[in-house]
C-alpha cells in the first residue's frame, strides 16, 4: 500500500500520527516554518516544514519536523499542529508506551483484548493495573514475571499459601 494512501486513511478515521521517515525520503518541500522557538532547538529540532513525500505524492502535504538526537538525524511526518518541541517529545516517549503494554501483556497477562469497544478495554487495562497495584502493595515490589509464575502455581494448587509467602519471601504472612 502506497504511503500516501496509508496516511490519508489515517486522516479519514479521525486518527493523529507522528511517524518515522526512513531511508533520506525523496521530498518535494511546499513550505519551510514556522521559525522555530528555543523550546525547540532544546529538544533538538532542526527543520519543520511541509512537504510532498514521493514523486507521485498527490494528496495534501504532510508536516515533517527534523530532530537531531545522539548524532542521529530524525525525520518525523504528522499532522499535529503543536510545537515541534511536542512532536520530538511524543517520538521519544513510544519507546515507553511499547514497554508498558509489553508489560501488560507478558507480565500482567493481558494478551488478548476481551473486549472491542473503547470502554470496554478501558476497563480491561484499569483491572490489570489494580491488580498489579495490589500485588505490590501485598509484595513490597513491582510485579515480575517470576511473582505471577509463584501466583499462578499457588492458584493452580501446586504450592500452598505458606510455600508462596516464603517464596515472595513476605515475613509478616508465614509462619
Not at 486513511?9 to 531511508?23: A, M, P
Not at 503543536?82 to 520530538?88: D, G, R, V, W
Request: include cysteine; glycine fraction near 6%; aromatic fraction near 10%.
Amino acid at each position: 500500500m502506497p504511503q500516501e494512501t496509508w496516511v490519508n486513511e489515517l486522516r479519514e478515521i479521525g486518527s493523529s500520527f507522528v511517524i518515522r521517515i526512513r531511508n533520506e525520503p525523496v521530498m518535494e518541500i511546499v513550505s519551510e516554518g514556522p521559525e522555530l522557538t528555543d523550546a525547540d532547538l532544546a529538544a533538538g529540532v532542526t527543520w519543520q516544514g511541509l512537504v510532498r513525500l514521493g514523486s507521485k505524492w498527490a494528496g495534501p502535504p504532510l508536516r515533517v519536523v527534523r530532530v537531531e538526537i545522539d548524532e542521529h538525524t530524525l525525520m518525523l511526518a504528522t499532522d499535529l499542529e503543536i510545537e515541534a518541541e511536542l512532536i520530538a517529545l511524543i517520538y521519544r516517549y513510544r519507546w515507553q508506551v511499547e514497554l508498558f503494554f509489553k508489560w501488560l501483556k507478558c507480565i500482567l497477562g493481558c494478551r488478548h483484548l476481551l473486549a472491542k469497544s473503547p470502554s470496554g478495554v478501558a476497563i480491561q487495562v484499569y483491572c490489570a493495573l489494580i491488580a498489579a497495584l495490589l500485588l505490590q502493595v501485598f509484595t513490597g515490589k513491582r510485579p515480575s514475571k517470576r511473582v505471577m509464575e509463584l501466583i499462578h502455581f499457588f492458584f493452580l494448587g501446586y504450592i500452598d499459601a505458606d510455600e508462596l509467602a516464603k517464596l515472595l519471601k513476605l515475613e509478616k504472612y508465614h509462619n
